[in-house]
């Protein structure tokens, strides 16, 4: 049996070659129409929200980085605070570490560790259902209608003051990071997974976002300070662990229609805890007190807003 003559293995070699060529070509192109397709898209999201989500979320950022500077004299406007309650209104919240508030950039990515707790579970007083009472997701698209996937993951109506934690995410398609993503996308793949963030975004979270954020009246924020020697346990977050601990917070509140800053304030709030019966686990302990110190800085808010039922506990019925 005689084999084909080099010239022949030549051809059929340079046939292959220009076949994975136009092949790549072909895909190359395809993907850059893709990649065109979506960020023309967002361009259009841009111009629509941009000017509703941008003048916020700057001015909220200012004002946090400013309260993470030098510890400043309190402010309490009590007489706009007796005639504006706050406590039961739409609002936004977040609460960082003080030495994450340093910059715009940084807010954003600590706002990953924001969680509505015990402050305010205590100082806020709108009706809102158990967040983690809906079933796991992973988008919006997984729960009901006028539910969103909260940033436990858990389906549930949207809860009151707004975490801004949950904004970030569902506008994240606005970002710069988000179109430097989509452009430097290597392949099908991922620019698939970008679209398809892109598309959930704006079909399910973006329209709840937008209200819930067009509605708010204040935003408030808390901001944790390190104490000296502080040290993190191991297999738990700074955040987790600082918020276990005394410690002193720094909480500012302002009023979005005027950008009117009400409440300044910086407590070191203590508590004790009586454990009775079996002994705890410790990191059930550990819970316990995170969600007891919040309280209690929630507490000393309302006491210095005058109010005299800070701290009371109803009787049982």
């Given at each position: 049996m005689r084999w084909p003559a080099p010239k022949v293995w030549a051809?059929?070699?340079?046939?292959?070659?220009?076949?994975?060529?136009?092949?790549?070509?072909?895909?190359?192109?395809?993907?850059?129409?893709?990649?065109?397709?979506?960020?023309?898209?967002?361009?259009?999201?841009?111009?629509?929200?941009?000017?509703?989500?941008?003048?916020?979320?700057?001015?909220?950022?200012?004002?946090?980085?400013?309260?993470a500077k030098e510890p400043a004299s309190d402010v309490v406007e009590t007489e706009i605070l007796k005639a504006w309650s706050f406590r039961d209104n739409?609002?936004?919240?977040?609460?960082?570490?003080?030495?994450?508030?340093?910059?715009?950039?940084?807010?954003?990515?600590?706002?990953?560790?924001?969680?509505?707790?015990?402050?305010?579970?205590?100082?806020?007083?709108?009706?809102?259902?158990?967040?983690?009472?809906?079933?796991?997701?992973?988008?919006?698209?997984d729960c009901a209608f006028g539910e969103i996937c909260n940033e436990l993951d858990r389906c549930a109506p949207p809860a009151q003051p707004y975490n801004l934690r949950v904004a970030y995410r569902s506008l994240r398609i606005l970002?710069?990071?988000?179109?430097?993503?989509?452009?430097?996308?290597?392949?099908?793949?991922?620019?698939?997974?970008?679209t398809s963030f892109f598309e959930d975004a704006v079909r399910d979270d973006i329209p709840i976002a937008v209200d819930l954020l067009a509605r708010a009246q204040y935003f408030a924020v808390v901001l944790d300070e390190t104490p000296p020697n502080f040290q993190v346990p191991a297999g738990v977050s700074?955040?987790?662990?600082?918020?276990?601990?005394?410690?002193?917070?720094?909480?500012?509140?302002?009023?979005?229609?005027?950008?009117?800053?009400?409440?300044?304030?910086?407590?070191?709030?203590?508590?004790?805890?009586?454990?009775?019966?079996?002994?705890?686990?410790?990191?059930?302990?550990?819970?316990?007190?995170?969600q007891a110190l919040s309280c209690a800085l929630a507490n000393a808010v309302r006491d210095a807003m005058g109010d005299t039922q800070a701290g009371v506990v109803p009787p049982a019925p």
């Open positions: 051809w059929i070699g340079l046939v292959m070659a220009v076949t994975v060529i136009i092949q790549w070509k072909w895909s190359q192109g395809r993907l850059e129409s893709e990649r065109s397709g979506v960020l023309a898209k967002q361009r259009a999201v841009v111009a629509e929200l941009g000017p509703r989500w941008f003048p916020l979320r700057d001015r909220i950022e200012r004002w946090t980085v400013d309260l739409p609002g936004i919240y977040l609460r960082l570490d003080a030495d994450q508030a340093t910059s715009a950039e940084a807010i954003r990515k600590a706002a990953n560790d924001s969680l509505r707790d015990g402050f305010t579970a205590c100082l806020f007083t709108a009706e809102n259902k158990n967040q983690l009472s809906g079933k796991e997701c992973k988008r919006t698209r970002s710069e990071d988000w179109v430097k993503e989509a452009q430097d996308a290597p392949g099908e793949l991922r620019l698939r997974a970008l700074k955040s987790e662990a600082l918020r276990a601990v005394p410690h002193a917070s720094r909480v500012g509140i302002w009023r979005l229609s005027d950008n009117k800053l009400v409440l300044r304030v910086r407590r070191s709030p203590e508590v004790e805890l009586k454990m009775a019966g079996a002994q705890l686990d410790e990191r059930v302990v550990n819970a316990q007190q995170r």
